[in-house]
């Protein structure tokens, strides 16, 4: 049986879009893979374009950062194509999880080499996320931090925008909800994470694997910006549970009211608002890794 293509797409807003392209062709046309491109100038457009060509190939590669992985998610969920990877975002942290290099010749490889690993995909109020959905301070981030900023500063960026945020950092009431258990929390921030890595190398839970079958929830109960500061390292490496300023579960299933709509946050697009219902869907997409 002949073997059909895989499609290529490569976010043309990526500070090297144009030569990762070409690198990741000439890679696999080597492993005597063929490839086929296309060009999709809007991430809103991503899914409608996999679904289309879905007949036509055997996977999908993409070159992005973590928000062009979850445009594509709800393409990839009805087609059941596998996904090769290409960081060339920011942050870039599912490709952090899976242990995918930043060089795109190196994760070409990685495709090339043909290793498919399914992992889960989280899911809150119909919308999927690979990494980590929030509320509070990270939308307020993601409303301070511009593409410019990004493009202009790469990780830099979202210290610049933190700063911003932080000092204008308000507590807000929230109910968790988890089985029968109702948990009220004064947060300023909580986040449910189905992968590991978030907001360009921040880790959910040093406990979490994108394959567990499990959201992994933080709620951060602090009332200044100078104990956030204290808390910092323990963000960095997800070592959360002796900090009493964090409030920490897990499960397959959480809602989270809040007493006002507030929006969320998943993979740093915002998608919806509370009140929010959040899932794990199981082994849900196939990821090439190393």
Not at 77 to 100: S, V
């Amino acid at each position: 049986m002949t073997r059909r293509p895989a499609l290529l797409i490569v976010n043309p807003h990526s500070r090297s879009g144009a030569g990762a392209r070409d690198t990741v062709t000439r890679v696999l046309q080597q492993a005597g893979e063929e490839v086929l491109c296309r060009d999709c100038q809007r991430a809103g457009d991503l899914s409608d374009l996999i679904r289309g060509l879905a007949g036509e190939v055997d996977r999908v590669i993409i070159g992005g950062g973590d928000g062009t992985m979850n445009a594509a998610a709800p393409g990839l969920l009805d087609t059941g194509l596998p996904l090769g990877i290409i960081p060339l975002g920011t942050a870039n942290d599912l490709a952090r999880t899976l242990g995918i290099p930043a060089d795109p010749e190196a994760a070409a490889r990685i495709i090339a080499a043909g290793k498919v690993h399914r992992i889960d995909l989280g899911e809150v109020n119909g919308h999927p996320f690979f990494n980590v959905a929030s509320i509070g301070f990270g939308v307020d981030l993601t409303r301070a931090l511009s593409r410019d900023a990004k493009r202009r500063f790469g990780p830099l960026g979202y210290a610049i925008a933190g700063a911003r945020v932080l000092s204008r950092l308000r507590p807000f009431h929230a109910e968790i909800i988890h089985g029968p258990t109702v948990e009220v929390s004064r947060t300023v921030h909580v986040a449910v994470g189905n992968g590991r890595h978030y907001g360009g190398g921040m880790t959910v839970s040093e406990h979490a694997r994108i394959d567990d079958g499990q959201l992994h929830i933080y709620s951060l109960e602090i009332s200044s910006f100078w104990r956030l500061l204290r808390l910092l390292p323990a963000l960095r490496s997800g070592r959360l549970d002796t900090w009493s300023e964090i409030r920490t579960l897990e499960g397959e299933q959480i809602e989270i009211r809040t007493r006002r709509p507030r929006s969320v946050n998943t993979d740093g697009e915002i998608t919806t608002k509370t009140p929010a219902r959040f899932r794990v869907r199981r082994r849900a997409i196939g990821v090439f890794v190393p």
